[in-house]
């Protein structure tokens, strides 16, 4: 590999890794403001999970920042919370510190 191919390796390499780094960041971010909002509305994980149609290890997975979230699943849960979804997600990216 060339000096310009290796450089532009590496470059993209140091991306991906800062990527993977933020992505966890927000993972860890949606975790705890789900758990934050679960209890805040009074609910288990049992019940949380029943609501979804989910078990509750699902849910303990997304608490803990291991479990990706899709923006759907997110509504989904913000309406088993009685939480508005833009809200929920507002309150999420402002723990991240993307807003």
Partial sequence: ????????ARSSNARFRAMSANESQIRRAIGKELRATRLAS??????????????????AAIERGV?????AYLVRLAQAMNVDP??????????AGVL
Wanted: aromatic share 0%; glycine share 4%.
């Fill in 86 to 95: 833009k809200e929920l997600l507002t309150r999420i990216l402002q723990r």
């Fill in 67 to 71: 479990r990706r979230v899709e923006a």
């Fill in 42 to 59: 009074g609910l288990t994980q049992k019940e949380l999970a029943s609501r979804l149609d989910c078990r509750a290890s699902d849910v």
């Fill in 1 to 8: 590999m060339d000096g310009s191919r290796a450089n532009a």
